[in-house]
Nanobody
């Protein structure tokens, strides 16, 4: 099993910045990719950013150029640096980790990010 614990959410004005952290513990040797998803009220959960085990990164078009995902393997932690935040970024942000064999998705409990206009 893998446990994921997010931190760093909060309230920020439009144009501001926040950094989310996700600490992993447990059977972390089994983790392949890690990343962040978000879910706004009344909307489906959507991908924000993923960092793969080889270091490549995938971003949603809506956050490219504003958000940066990074992974510190020594600390078993993944980060999401969010700059130039917009009200549309308001959502609960979930940390995600992927196990390949057998395939399984792990999720954190979520952290609220609210961007005021």
């Amino acid at each position: 099993q893998v446990q994921l614990v997010e931190s760093g959410g909060g309230l920020v004005q439009a144009g501001g910045s926040l950094r989310l952290s996700c600490a992993s513990s447990g059977s972390i040797y089994s983790i392949n990719a890690m990343g962040w998803y978000r879910q706004a009220p009344g909307k489906q959960r959507e991908l924000v950013a993923i960092v793969h085990s080889g270091g490549s990164r995938t971003y949603a078009d809506s956050v490219k150029g504003r958000f940066t995902i990074s992974r510190d393997n020594a600390k078993n932690t993944v980060y999401l640096q969010m700059n130039s935040l917009k009200p549309d970024d308001t959502a609960v942000y979930y940390c995600w980790a992927e196990r390949l064999s057998p395939y399984y998705d792990y999720w954190g409990q979520g952290t609220q990010v609210t961007v005021s206009s």
